[in-house]
C-alpha cells in the first residue's frame, strides 16, 4: 500500500481557493506573498457581475504590481512544491534534533574557568 502524499493544513486552503476561483500557480503564490486570506477570495471575486469591481486573477496582479512593482514573481511555484519542502525541512530538523540527542555530551560542564 503506498503511502500518501501528506499536505499540512495551512496549504489546504489555498489549493481549495485555486480549484474553485481557477487560479494559476502563479497567482496563489502572489496572493499569499500579498498576505491576502484565502477564505475572504469569495467577496474579492466579481461573482455577481458587479462592473466596478476586476475579476480576481486581475485584481491580485494589480495589488502584486502595485506592492512590489512586478506582474508576477521570479520563480513561481506550486503548492504541492511548497507543501513537499515544508515537509522535507521540517523531517530534517527533526533527524537533526534526534542526532543531536543521540550524541553524548562532550562538553566539560564545569563553571566558567577564571
Not at 13 to 28: E, G, M, Q, T, Y
Not at 78 to 88: G, K, P, Y
Request: aromatic share 8%; net charge positive; hydrophobic share 35%.
Amino acid at each position: 500500500m503506498a503511502k500518501k502524499n501528506r499536505i499540512p493544513h495551512k496549504f489546504l486552503p489555498w489549493i481549495d481557493a485555486r480549484k474553485k476561483f481557477n487560479l494559476s500557480h502563479a497567482h496563489v503564490q502572489m496572493a499569499r506573498e500579498l498576505g491576502l486570506n484565502p477564505k475572504k477570495f469569495g467577496s474579492y471575486a466579481n461573482h455577481k457581475q458587479q462592473p466596478w469591481k476586476l475579476p480576481l486573477p486581475e485584481y491580485i496582479e494589480s495589488l502584486y504590481e502595485k506592492s512590489y512593482g512586478k506582474t508576477c514573481p521570479d520563480q513561481v511555484r506550486s503548492i504541492e512544491q511548497m507543501a513537499a519542502d515544508h515537509l522535507a525541512k521540517r523531517a530534517a530538523k527533526k533527524a537533526a534534533k534526534a542526532v543531536e540527542q543521540a550524541e553524548p555530551a562532550t562538553r566539560d560542564e564545569g563553571g566558567p574557568t577564571d
